[in-house]
Each structure stands twice: as structure tokens, then as C-alpha cells.
């Protein structure tokens, strides 16, 4: 039996079939929002998080730490922006699903007081053994004071899990009135997912560790809706139309140059693989 069983953003309304092939069954989607679920089952899920669970997490190598770094400060300018905070100012920031903490040693550089929660236990330790407050467990178990973080990040995690409706209701619960939730994931409205189906590698389960449900702008928007949250602005980019492994050297050049011609309209349409939404509790 699959672990999803309705939509994981609350619609009532039931799934379909979807034509996107994975060996676990086709995707379903939602019919009422678009969302699209893996059909795996709970041990196959929680073995593919488990092969995720390593010392390095998604921790930069010293090349990547620099370009690592720089988008990290453009992504807090623009959360002080919303937050109404002169550029520079520190605040308090909690990042759901740190791993082992990219993220919070960016945010240490910036002088912004942050915290992390990791549930993939050796990610954590590797966090902590680094001097970062990182708490192992789920945002949920980990209790933080009510309205006390002004900013929580999500980077690349909502897609792991099963019921982001409860991880969504405890962040509305320690954010201060007004704080600002930024939430990144894949868009599976994308143009990406329109051509290349089951060739997008990141609906693979075992590829990348666990992921089982899949956003649309549409989806997004509704799972803010039914926690308390108003979404500021959602931003999409990047298509892509095949994965460097799939095609020659040659296709795959001719096809990024496409990829990269469409990405400026991808952009006005919400049309983008990477999406990026900032959401406001109200
Ligand atoms: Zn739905």
C-alpha cells in the first residue's frame, strides 16, 4: 500500500493516474491542485532517507563554499527586506532540515543568529561537532518557544515529507507574528516536467533519497493557505529538457542552449523547475 494516501496539502478531492512512469507506479496526482505523490511504500521510503543520512549532508566542498556563501546573503537580503530590516541587521533564524549545515555557517558569516533541526541523525552530529546549534529530531519534537524565530528557512526538504502540514503548522507556531517562512522545492508544473516525465531525475526516489511529493505553484499555495500562511512571492527558474547522462555530449549542449533561451519566459510563467516562495504568517 502506498504511504501517501490523500493529498498531502488537505484537498478532499482524490488522485488520478498520472502518465509519469516510476518503478514504483505511475505518479498520482491530485485533481484538485496538481500535486503529484509517489506511490512508494513506507519501508522503501524510509530506507531511501536512510542512504541519505551521511557525515557530509549537503555541506559545501571549499570550492562550492564561496558561491554557497553568495547566494545564501542574497536570500537573507531579501528575507530582512520582507522582514522590514535595515540591510545588515541580525534576526533570528531557524533552518527546517539543515543537514549538516551549509546554510548556518553562511548565515554565522552574516552575524545572524541562527538555529538549525535535522532529523537524519549523522547530519546532525556533524553540525553540532562543528560548534553549530542543530537540534536532531523533527521541528515538531524539537519544542522551540512559540513566536520566537522572525525567519525560517526550508530549503530542498518539504518534498521529503509525508504530512508537511504538520511541519508547517509548528513553524506558524514558533514564528513571530509576521515572520516570514522561505520554502524552496521543485515545481512540477514546470516545463521541465512537461518534456522530460519520468526522465527528471528528481522525481527518483532513489536517487534522491525520499522524495515523495511534489509542488505546484497551485499545491504551494493551498498547503499555505490551510496553515496560516500568505505567500509574498513565488519565483521559479531553470528548465531543463535532459539529464547530462541521458543524451550524447552533443544533445545535451544543443538542449541547454534551448533550456537557457526558455528560461526568461520560464520565469514569467512560473514555469521553472526551481521554485522559491517566501510566505508570510498571518
Ligand atoms: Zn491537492
Given at each position: 500500500?502506498?504511504?501517501?494516501?490523500?493529498?498531502?496539502?488537505?484537498?478532499?478531492?482524490?488522485?488520478?493516474?498520472?502518465?509519469?512512469?516510476?518503478?514504483?507506479?505511475?505518479?498520482?496526482?491530485?485533481?484538485?491542485?496538481?500535486?503529484?505523490?509517489?506511490?512508494?511504500?513506507?519501508?522503501?521510503?524510509?530506507?531511501?532517507?536512510?542512504?541519505?543520512?551521511?557525515?557530509?549532508?549537503?555541506?559545501?566542498?571549499?570550492?562550492?563554499?564561496?558561491?554557497?556563501?553568495?547566494?545564501?546573503?542574497?536570500?537573507?537580503?531579501?528575507?530582512?527586506?520582507?522582514?522590514?530590516?535595515?540591510?545588515?541587521?541580525?534576526?533570528?533564524?531557524?533552518?527546517?532540515?539543515?543537514?549538516?549545515?551549509?546554510?548556518?555557517?553562511?548565515?554565522?558569516?552574516?552575524?545572524?543568529?541562527?538555529?538549525?533541526?535535522?532529523?537524519a541523525r549523522r547530519?546532525a552530529e556533524?553540525?553540532?561537532?562543528?560548534?553549530?546549534?542543530?537540534?536532531a529530531?523533527?521541528?515538531?519534537?524539537?519544542?522551540?518557544?512559540?513566536?520566537?524565530?522572525?525567519?525560517?528557512?526550508?530549503?530542498?526538504?518539504?518534498?521529503?515529507?509525508?504530512?508537511?502540514?504538520?511541519?508547517?503548522?509548528?513553524?506558524?507556531?514558533?514564528?513571530?507574528?509576521?515572520?516570514?517562512?522561505?520554502?524552496?522545492?521543485?515545481?512540477?508544473?514546470?516545463?521541465?516536467?512537461?518534456?522530460?516525465?519520468?526522465?527528471?531525475?528528481?522525481?527518483?526516489?532513489?536517487?534522491?533519497?525520499?522524495?515523495?511529493?511534489?509542488?505546484?505553484?497551485?499545491?504551494?499555495?493551498?498547503?499555505?493557505?490551510?496553515?496560516?500562511?500568505?505567500?509574498?512571492?513565488?519565483?521559479?527558474?531553470?528548465?531543463?529538457?535532459?539529464?547530462?547522462?541521458?543524451?550524447?555530449?552533443?544533445?545535451?549542449?544543443?538542449?541547454?542552449?534551448?533550456?537557457?533561451?526558455?528560461?526568461?519566459?520560464?520565469?514569467?510563467?512560473?514555469?521553472?523547475?526551481?521554485?522559491?516562495?517566501?510566505?508570510?504568517?498571518?
Amino acid at each position: 500500500m502506498p504511504f501517501v494516501t490523500s493529498c498531502p496539502v488537505g484537498c478532499e478531492a482524490g488522485f488520478r493516474e498520472s502518465d509519469i512512469r516510476m518503478p514504483e507506479g505511475p505518479l498520482l496526482v491530485c485533481e484538485a491542485c496538481g500535486h503529484l505523490v509517489s506511490q512508494i511504500e513506507e519501508i522503501d521510503y524510509h530506507a531511501a532517507l536512510a542512504k541519505f543520512d551521511t557525515e557530509s549532508g549537503t555541506l559545501p566542498t571549499p570550492l562550492s563554499q564561496k558561491r554557497h556563501d553568495q547566494r545564501a546573503r542574497r536570500l537573507f537580503a531579501r528575507v530582512r527586506q520582507l522582514l522590514g530590516l535595515r540591510p545588515g541587521t541580525s534576526f533570528r533564524l531557524l533552518d527546517v532540515g539543515c543537514s549538516s549545515g551549509a546554510l548556518l555557517l553562511s548565515a554565522k558569516k552574516e552575524g545572524i543568529e541562527a538555529q538549525g533541526v535535522e532529523p537524519a541523525r549523522r547530519a546532525a552530529e556533524a553540525a553540532q561537532a562543528v560548534g553549530l546549534p542543530v537540534f536532531a529530531g523533527t521541528v515538531q519534537e524539537a519544542r522551540y518557544p512559540r513566536e520566537h524565530f522572525q525567519a525560517v528557512t526550508m530549503m530542498e526538504v518539504i518534498e521529503h515529507l509525508h504530512q508537511p502540514i504538520d511541519a508547517m503548522k509548528e513553524i506558524w507556531n514558533i514564528l513571530v507574528p509576521a515572520g516570514v517562512l522561505v520554502v524552496g522545492t521543485g515545481n512540477a508544473d514546470s516545463w521541465t516536467v512537461a518534456v522530460m516525465r519520468e526522465r527528471w531525475d528528481y522525481f527518483h526516489m532513489e536517487r534522491y533519497g525520499g522524495h515523495i511529493s511534489f509542488f505546484t505553484p497551485r499545491s504551494l499555495e493551498r498547503l499555505a493557505g490551510q496553515c496560516g500562511f500568505r505567500i509574498e512571492r513565488l519565483e521559479t527558474r531553470r528548465v531543463r529538457f535532459a539529464e547530462s547522462f541521458q543524451v550524447s555530449r552533443a544533445v545535451y549542449r544543443t538542449l541547454k542552449i534551448v533550456a537557457e533561451v526558455l528560461n526568461v519566459p520560464a520565469m514569467w510563467f512560473h514555469k521553472g523547475h526551481d521554485m522559491l516562495a517566501f510566505l508570510r504568517k498571518v
